[in-house]
């Protein structure tokens, strides 16, 4: 009696240790868990729309050029090289003396020497005189102008009360810039003084003859 008693007693201390052993398990294994993730797919990541490049204009400078790069009027002090040649030389006693035949200017553009046309007749016999620009006066007058023109006869009668005329002189720097040239030029000198002067020559009228400059060694 006392053997089973006794057996009994180690089969309930067996059944209540097994629940223990499981719980402990239980507890040593969920760390193991939290230690150990489990792994997640990465999130695709979508990629953002290209920002388009911006369209570069081109600089206020760039596009537009200096002020002094073009010219588009001429000023009202400004000749026209083309028309000053022609134009006749008098002297002081109001005499004709020749015509402005060609003008040469230098590298920089300002205009050094007047070649002028002396006497002959319709360029035959004649000859070249070289004076300084600075040499020659130029003079222009004014032209007349009306400035209170009639005006139309009205009620359709022929004849009319005319208005009067007044005439007045334009200004001469006016009448320069329009036609592009002055009227004359004035030399300080005669046309004795001009015949009896020495001939001028061209840069070319050497090379024809033949006395062409010695070149120049680099």
Same mark, same amino acid.
């Given at each position: 009696?006392?053997?089973? %008693?006794?057996?009994? +007693? %180690?089969?309930?201390?067996?059944?209540? /240790?097994? *629940?223990? =052993?499981?719980? $402990?398990?239980?507890?040593?294994?969920?760390?193991?868990?939290?230690?150990?993730?489990?792994?997640?797919? *990465?999130?695709? &990541?979508?990629?953002? *729309?290209?920002?388009?490049?911006?369209?570069?204009?081109?600089?206020?400078?760039?596009?537009?050029?200096?002020?002094?790069? =073009?010219?588009?009027?001429?000023?009202?002090?400004?000749?026209?090289?083309?028309?000053?040649?022609?134009?006749?030389?008098?002297?002081?006693?109001?005499?004709?003396? !020749?015509?402005?035949?060609?003008?040469?200017?230098?590298?920089? +553009?300002?205009?050094?020497?007047?070649? &002028? #046309?002396? !006497?002959?007749?319709?360029?035959?016999?004649?000859?070249?005189?070289?004076?300084?620009?600075?040499?020659?006066?130029?003079?222009?007058? +004014?032209?007349? /102008? /009306? $400035?209170?023109?009639?005006?139309?006869?009205?009620?359709?009668?022929?004849?009319?009360?005319?208005? #009067?005329?007044?005439?007045?002189?334009?200004?001469?720097? &006016?009448?320069?810039?329009?036609?592009?040239?002055?009227?004359?030029?004035? %030399?300080?000198? $005669?046309?004795?003084?001009?015949?009896?002067?020495?001939?001028?020559?061209?840069?070319?009228? /050497?090379?024809?003859?033949?006395?062409?400059?010695?070149?120049?060694? *680099?």
């Amino acid at each position: 009696m006392f053997k089973q %008693l006794a057996y009994c +007693g %180690l089969i309930a201390a067996a059944l209540a /240790a097994t *629940p223990v =052993f499981a719980e $402990t398990a239980t507890d040593q294994a969920a760390p193991a868990e939290k230690m150990a993730p489990t792994a997640q797919s *990465p999130t695709p &990541v979508t990629p953002a *729309p290209a920002t388009p490049a911006a369209k570069q204009t081109p600089s206020a400078s760039a596009a537009a050029p200096a002020n002094d790069t =073009f010219i588009t009027k001429q000023d009202m002090d400004q000749w026209r090289s083309s028309k000053l040649v022609g134009v006749k030389v008098y002297g002081p006693d109001q005499k004709k003396l !020749g015509t402005i035949k060609d003008i040469l200017v230098d590298h920089d +553009g300002d205009a050094q020497v007047i070649v &002028v #046309s002396v !006497g002959g007749f319709l360029g035959i016999g004649s000859k070249d005189v070289g004076v300084p620009f600075k040499a020659m006066q130029w003079r222009t007058e +004014g032209r007349a /102008a /009306a $400035t209170n023109p009639p005006p139309a006869a009205t009620g359709g009668t022929e004849t009319g009360t005319k208005a #009067s005329e007044s005439m007045a002189k334009t200004d001469p720097a &006016v009448v320069e810039a329009t036609q592009g040239y002055p009227d004359m030029g004035i %030399l300080a000198m $005669t046309e004795q003084q001009l015949k009896s002067a020495p001939d001028f020559h061209y840069a070319s009228d /050497a090379a024809e003859s033949g006395n062409r400059p010695a070149a120049t060694k *680099p």
